[in-house]
């Protein structure tokens, strides 16, 4: 995938403060330059969708408002080529990654894991 002036673009779908700036923190350790739109409600996330492709979708499970796999379809319907990482919280969830995994997502990563390999999922779906 090739980034548009060496700057990831980020749209990050999470209605927890905490872990928007975890993983935005994460991110910008490997990836100085990326630059994240952050969308925390249905309305947030359509216009996020409409307004530009993006290099890389972060998406928690568990929303208030939604769920990671409604975030997922509508991220792919739109852009199909866009790596899509989906994060959870909920034990016992390997039912929910297969599901995940079989709609198209990219990445899975359990919020209970230390986000350590977070740079290494990242860089193997947009490059150095």
């Known amino acids: 995938m090739e980034i548009m002036d060496d700057k990831l673009q980020i749209l990050l ?22 630059q994240f739109e952050q969308a925390t409600n249905s309305k947030e996330l359509a216009q996020a969708i409409e307004s530009r492709r993006w290099d890389l979708v972060v998406t928690d499970y568990q929303l208030r408002w939604t769920d990671g796999i409604t975030v997922l379809l509508a991220v792919k319907v ?28 990219n990445g899975f990563m359990r919020k209970a894991e230390s986000l350590d390999n977070l740079f290494a999922v990242v860089k193997s779906y947009v490059g150095p």
Request: glycine residues 6%; aromatic residues 8%.
């Open 78 to 105: 739109q852009w199909r080529e866009c790596p899509v990482i989906m994060f959870t919280g909920l034990p016992g969830d390997e039912e929910l990654i297969e599901q995940a995994m079989f709609r198209g997502a």
């Open 13 to 34: 779908v999470d209605d927890n403060p905490d872990d928007r700036a975890l993983v935005m923190r994460e991110i910008s350790r490997e990836f100085p330059d990326s």
